[in-house]
């Protein structure tokens, strides 16, 4: 079984001991209940950490890890980002957990005009932290030193620059022409897809994501969920662009 991983402030980062504490060095000894001698990740989710071996715990919520050395985890090339539509009640979540265990690197909420749900106001901050709470804690479940970003919400008008700036841009689409498993992707920059929401992407917004070079691609015969599209291709990318194996 790989060891179990808990976030630290990157200062406390380096070779030799340690401190865990707070809510990680809590869950890690009265939840995990970990004891010396067991081995422990820490990484601060930005792609540096290491593995080493408990020293001493004290308390509820103190534990003391002894890292033999540091691990430095390059950015992912090429960088896969899902722009993710707003799913009605808890499907945000299960998208992003699952998109993060499957190993996206960014994801970007997207307020589509067919969206039912809306981010506004305390509601809207709320959710956004749900997502980010999510990524993270689906980051430590996966063993991943780095956690994907959570971006703040776009609109489309806002969303229509950063595709015509990635490497690759692409729409989920049942009518797409294109098999997303046959499109010719980058070996670096940024891979951009758009998941659209339940009732679909609108006409206007296929227009103005063709006019940034974002084209429909299909993703297979089976029209997927909105809150499980973006996990499937996810997975797609990473096997085709060679990051998987």
Known sequence: MTAPLFVVDP???????????????RHAVSVRRL???EAV?????AGHGGTGTVTATEGKDRLTVHLDELVDEPPPSPR?????????????????ETMTETGV???IPWAASRCITQWRGPRGEKSLAKWRNTAREAGKQSRRLRFPEVHDPVTTAQLVPLL???????????????PLARAELPTEGEIMLVVGPEGGVAPAELDAFAEAGARPYQLGQSVLRTSTAGTAATALLLGR???WG
């Open 11 to 25: 200062d406390r980062l380096a070779p030799g001991p340690v401190l865990v504490d707070g809510a990680e060095g």
């Open 105 to 107: 690197d960014a994801i």
């Open 241 to 243: 662009t060679g990051r």
């Open 80 to 96: 896969i980002t899902v722009v993710q539509a707003l799913p009605k009640g808890d499907r945000g979540e299960l998208a992003v």
């Open 164 to 178: 015509a700036k990635a490497a690759f841009a692409g729409v989920l689409h049942e009518e797409g022409a294109s």
């Open 41 to 45: 990740t820490l990484t601060d989710g």
């Open 35 to 37: 004891r010396v001698g």
